[in-house]
């Protein structure tokens, strides 16, 4: 691996009483790479994200972005630094219009500057192809077009990082094939650590794959070793399969 | 958006009527137009953090009480000029609102409610504990000499109408402004999902301690115009039934609408003051009608307005 690694985690942990939802995970990020986070339910994928990008506390360990270590930071602090995250549960602003969804989410970005604004709006919402529904109100949308509206809405803050925690979840078989171009025509502008379970998803768009089973990463590499692997195959896809 | 928006248009059209009416009203009703502007304007305070951020007060009579202390103590005690009583009612109740915003925001939901309630107990035992100078439940009265400005005599029932219907103006079209800026719909973001809010990068903990300081200095403002308009300074005011009138007032309008308040504080004002007239259990009557519309509109009268025939309410 010769790539720059935008993202790193050191040592990072989180117990919830005795239980340990992560280890000690040494991660890191390769710069403009997609890189996808696997592991079965209950593995520590969300819990490990969460402490990424400052919504979960860590009990230890270090994050560093960029080189720098923002373990400190509230997640507020984290995202104006350029992680932007999307959320498992489709979690927009139900009583606002599209637009206003794309616009507070870019808003930081452009204070001051409405014409800016609107265009940046504009440009995410086309990319996510749902720029004739800018003025619905966001709760009335399909589901599929909430999560591609969750997308926008990441995809306006111009990240560095861009967090994708189970996008294709409650997607069609079509939706997904699109939300496959979708990802893969991101990267290079973008760095995406992408949590999913559809692994169509993971070997057609994933750079690299890090497999996380009991809280601790148990391989990772890039999709052709990660499937040769045995002990990801034990761990992971039999017993997904079963 | 351009100035002759339908938003716009309902605003001014407000206004124009509230003028109007007081040329077409008899003074029986256009008193009771002054003292229903003044408590709209406590009504829309309460608004911007209940309505638009999400956040539940059970303690707001704390800030109404602050600006109407802060100015019959500084007219009665101090002998300050009324524009300079005014604004140290008006201050007091946004240094009140910070104080009470910061300890409280560190809690969330239920607590939020109860800490709030508590505080404003502690501020109504205050007013009575130093009764020496509040003269607690009895209250006092700000003569009327001490309420004039500038020649202008705010007893007369035109001076009360004219200065609330200029208070209310700069209230309502102000706060109708402000939820329109980024930092409104920030507000309402926040009060829709906060945790999205966080995770787009806001620090929501400021913003909701900002919606406080600007509910609570809201609220001074119309604490202290009572005290100006009416005369009278009382613990009444800071009790717990004055934290909760402000939810019902806005609950009944729409909560999150511009001219829920006001509808809300209207329709209520009249409601008691008409089923008093027909019979003494009035409240019996009061209570039934407000069960009724949290059955048949739980978004307030303005919300289901907004959610049947008008869309575009702000």
Same mark, same amino acid.
């Given at each position: 691996?010769?790539?720059?690694?935008?993202?790193?985690?050191?040592?990072?942990?989180?117990?919830?009483?005795?239980?340990?939802?992560?280890?000690?995970?040494?991660?890191?990020?390769?710069?403009?790479?997609?890189?996808?986070?696997?592991?079965?339910?209950?593995?520590?994928? &969300?819990? !490990?994200? %969460?402490?990424?990008?400052?919504?979960?506390? $860590?009990?230890?360990? /270090?994050?560093? *972005?960029? @080189?720098?270590?923002?373990?400190?930071?509230?997640?507020?602090?984290?995202?104006?630094?350029?992680?932007?995250?999307?959320?498992?549960?489709? &979690?927009? !602003?139900? %009583?606002?219009?599209?637009?206003?969804?794309? $616009?507070?989410?870019? /808003?930081?970005? *452009?204070? @001051?500057?409405?014409?800016?604004?609107?265009?940046?709006?504009?440009?995410?919402?086309?990319?996510?192809?749902?720029?004739?529904?800018?003025?619905?109100?966001?709760?009335?949308?399909?589901?599929?077009?909430?999560?591609?509206?969750?997308?926008?809405?990441?995809?306006?803050?111009?990240?560095?990082?861009?967090?994708?925690?189970?996008?294709?979840?409650?997607?069609?078989?079509?939706?997904?094939?699109?939300?496959?171009?979708?990802?893969?025509?991101?990267?290079?502008?973008?760095?995406?650590?992408?949590?999913?379970?559809?692994?169509?998803?993971?070997?057609?768009?994933?750079?690299?794959?890090?497999?996380?089973?009991?809280?601790?990463?148990?391989?990772?590499?890039?999709?052709?070793?990660?499937?040769?692997?045995?002990?990801?195959?034990?761990?992971?896809?039999?017993?997904?399969?079963? | 958006?351009?100035?002759?928006?339908?938003?716009?248009?309902?605003?001014?059209?407000?206004?124009?009527?509230?003028?109007?009416?007081?040329?077409?009203?008899?003074?029986?009703?256009?008193?009771?137009?002054?003292?229903?502007?003044?408590?709209?304007?406590?009504?829309?305070?309460?608004?911007?953090?209940?309505?638009?951020?999400?956040?539940?007060?059970?303690?707001?009579?704390?800030?109404?009480?602050?600006?109407?202390?802060?100015?019959?103590?500084?007219?009665?005690?101090?002998?300050?000029?009324?524009?300079?009583?005014?604004?140290?009612?008006?201050?007091?109740?946004?240094?009140?609102?910070?104080?009470?915003?910061?300890?409280?925001?560190?809690?969330?939901?239920?607590?939020?409610?109860?800490?709030?309630?508590?505080?404003?107990?502690?501020?109504?035992?205050?007013?009575?504990?130093?009764?020496?100078?509040?003269?607690?439940?009895?209250?006092?009265?700000?003569?009327?000499?001490?309420?004039?400005?500038?020649?202008?005599?705010?007893?007369?029932?035109?001076?009360?109408?004219?200065?609330?219907?200029?208070?209310?103006?700069?209230?309502?079209?102000?706060?109708?402004?402000?939820?329109?800026?980024?930092?409104?719909?920030?507000?309402?973001?926040?009060?829709?999902?906060?945790?999205?809010?966080?995770?787009?990068?806001?620090?929501?903990?400021?913003?909701?301690?900002?919606?406080?300081?600007?509910?609570?200095?809201?609220?001074?403002?119309?604490?202290?115009?009572?005290?100006?308009?009416?005369?009278?300074?009382?613990?009444?005011?800071?009790?717990?039934?004055?934290?909760?009138?402000?939810?019902?007032?806005?609950?009944?309008?729409?909560?999150?609408?511009?001219?829920?308040?006001?509808?809300?504080?209207?329709?209520?004002?009249?409601?008691?003051?008409?089923?008093?007239?027909?019979?003494?259990?009035?409240?019996?009557?009061?209570?039934?009608?407000?069960?009724?519309?949290?059955?048949?509109?739980?978004?307030?009268?303005?919300?289901?307005?907004?959610?049947?025939?008008?869309?575009?309410?702000?």
């Amino acid at each position: 691996m010769v790539a720059v690694n935008i993202l790193e985690t050191t040592g990072l942990t989180k117990q919830y009483g005795e239980i340990f939802a992560n280890t000690d995970v040494d991660f890191t990020l390769p710069a403009g790479k997609i890189t996808a986070l696997i592991g079965p339910n209950g593995a520590g994928k &969300s819990t !490990f994200v %969460g402490m990424v990008s400052g919504r979960t506390q $860590a009990t230890r360990g /270090r994050v560093l *972005f960029e @080189g720098k270590d923002v373990s400190h930071l509230p997640a507020h602090k984290r995202i104006q630094l350029g992680i932007a995250y999307t959320f498992q549960i489709t &979690s927009v !602003f139900a %009583g606002l219009t599209v637009h206003e969804n794309v $616009a507070l989410a870019a /808003r930081r970005t *452009f204070k @001051g500057d409405a014409s800016a604004l609107d265009a940046k709006v504009q440009a995410a919402l086309t990319r996510v192809d749902i720029a004739d529904r800018a003025n619905q109100i966001a709760g009335d949308l399909a589901y599929g077009h909430q999560r591609l509206l969750e997308i926008a809405m990441g995809l306006a803050q111009d990240p560095k990082v861009f967090i994708l925690d189970e996008p294709t979840q409650g997607l069609a078989e079509s939706e997904i094939v699109n939300f496959i171009a979708l990802i893969m025509s991101l990267a290079g502008e973008t760095t995406i650590l992408l949590i999913e379970h559809n692994m169509k998803v993971v070997m057609e768009a994933a750079d690299f794959i890090t497999v996380l089973d009991h809280g601790q990463i148990l391989a990772a590499g890039t999709p052709a070793e990660i499937s040769k692997n045995s002990a990801v195959q034990a761990a992971y896809l039999g017993k997904s399969n079963a | 958006m351009t100035h002759f928006s339908k938003p716009n248009v309902l605003h001014i059209g407000v206004l124009i009527a509230l003028v109007a009416l007081f040329f077409v009203l008899p003074p029986y009703h256009a008193g009771n137009l002054s003292r229903i502007m003044v408590l709209t304007i406590y009504a829309m305070g309460y608004n911007i953090l209940f309505g638009y951020t999400g956040l539940l007060s059970l303690g707001h009579a704390m800030f109404f009480a602050a600006g109407m202390y802060g100015f019959g103590l500084a007219t009665n005690l101090g002998g300050v000029p009324l524009p300079i009583a005014f604004i140290i009612g008006v201050v007091s109740a946004g240094v009140l609102a910070a104080v009470v915003g910061a300890l409280a925001l560190r809690t969330v939901g239920v607590a939020f409610m109860i800490v709030t309630l508590m505080f404003a107990q502690t501020a109504y035992l205050i007013v009575l504990y130093f009764g020496k100078y509040t003269r607690g439940d009895e209250g006092f009265v700000i003569q009327q000499a001490q309420r004039t400005f500038a020649g202008f005599d705010l007893t007369s029932e035109t001076g009360r109408y004219v200065t609330a219907l200029i208070l209310f103006s700069i209230c309502f079209l102000g706060l109708a402004h402000l939820v329109q800026t980024p930092f409104g719909k920030t507000l309402i973001a926040i009060g829709e999902n906060e945790e999205r809010a966080r995770m787009l990068g806001y620090d929501t903990t400021i913003h909701k301690l900002k919606a406080i300081i600007i509910s609570g200095v809201v609220a001074g403002v119309a604490g202290a115009a009572y005290a100006m308009l009416f005369g009278y300074v009382g613990a009444t005011f800071a009790t717990v039934q004055y934290s909760i009138l402000p939810l019902l007032w806005v609950l009944l309008g729409g909560a999150g609408t511009t001219v829920g308040p006001l509808i809300g504080v209207f329709f209520m004002f009249y409601l008691i003051d008409f089923s008093s007239s027909v019979t003494t259990a009035y409240l019996l009557v009061v209570g039934v009608v407000l069960v009724l519309l949290t059955m048949f509109a739980p978004k307030g009268l303005c919300g289901e307005l907004r959610r049947r025939v008008f869309p575009w309410l702000p």
